[in-house]
């Protein structure tokens, strides 16, 4: 089988670390995991006003949701919690109440340059992933201090790293046939 699984990026700059680390991440999938990035840059600021006429970016944004078996979270940590443009795609994607797309498996990730990685802002985004029933894959955690060496010039982990995250990629293989494998697409 095999599983589709959507990447949001919670930093909408071209040169975030947590961008170069998620596009050297999908590099390490197997054959059974298609990751495709959903983009949050493009959505307006949320607001309920336009539940009943969702803008079109909003529309499309859930619908590449739907499209996917599970999620993977790509976080910085702003102000020791998640990105404001990051809480906003998630409000577009959990609106109206009783129709969100967020109640799906997941795993979050983060890296920064501080030592505690992005454990804080993770913790946060547990706790809203909590709320929607997602169920998450949790260990090993991946709040990662970002160092210079960390990812080379051609987007390959150095290889200390390669190996963790290739033993974090493949129990999130696993994962995905415990919470996907046996019921099909949520």
Known sequence: MTYTVGYLIGSLSAESINRKFAESLVKLAPASIDFVEIPIGGLPLFNRDFESDYPASARAFKDAIADTDALLYVTPEYNRTIPGALKNAIDWA????????????????????????????????????????????????????????????????????RQFLQRWMDGFEVFLDDQVGTSGRH
């Open 94 to 161: 959990s609106r109206p109440f009783g129709q969100g797309v967020l109640g799906r498996p997941s795993a979050i990730a983060g890296v920064s340059r501080g030592k505690v990685g992005t454990a804080v802002a993770q913790a946060h985004l547990r706790q809203v992933l909590g709320f929607f029933q997602s169920l998450l894959y949790s260990q090993p955690e991946l709040y990662i201090q970002w160092t210079d060496d960390f990812v080379d010039a051609t987007g390959e982990f150095s290889l200390h790293a």
